[in-house]
């Protein structure tokens, strides 16, 4: 099994759910910008669309997407608990929660990453409506130590996401810096999640500690 990845990018999340499962895997860093693999490899060739996370199962067969790479991985071994089993509503529950962190985070974070060509509606619209969302999140966290009360897949993806916003030092012209301040059940969610081992180790491995 190898994952291709781009450091800082959402495939840290998959990264995580790997460490998590003590799972066997290659882990082949991809240059965004050239396209290529460290190992030589154009990366269009393997994935078209051009970005990751990319989860090679077998030669020629791939996953792409995060979400539906993490509960991949996560029914490798149901006995983790990382995604609950299909057919009940709490499987439901996360993928409600792997769409939203899709349409409204992960999303809602690329004007602010890229705000040059995003122009006035990074900072005037994409921002505010952002701090929104994470407000929302904050408020499913009262009282819960997890996303959904126990770790999941999604608590990696939303940290993987979250991280952009605590990371200036990522891009010259950031403008993604979302705070903490009056958002005390995310932040700590946020530093529960990086004293986790699996975290801490794909952050190692990233070269983003």
Known sequence: MKLYYIPAACSLAPHIVLHELGQDFTLIKVD?????TE???NFLNLNPLGYAPLLELNEGVFLREGPVIMQYLADLKPSMDLAPA???IERYRLQEWLN???SEIHKGFIPLLYPVQAGKYG????KPK???RYKWIDAQLAGKEYLMGRYSVADSYLYALTQWGQAKWL???YKANIGFDGLENLKAWYLRMRERPAVRKALNA???Q
Not at 32 to 36: L, V
């Open 130 to 132: 952002l701090e929104q």
């Open 86 to 88: 299909y057919g009940g």
């Open 171 to 173: 891009f010259p012209t």
């Open 123 to 126: 900072t005037e619209f994409a």
């Open 100 to 102: 939203f962190l899709t």
């Open 32 to 36: 965004y910008k050239k396209h290529k």
């Open 206 to 208: 990233e070269g983003l």
């Open 39 to 41: 190992d030589g490899q």
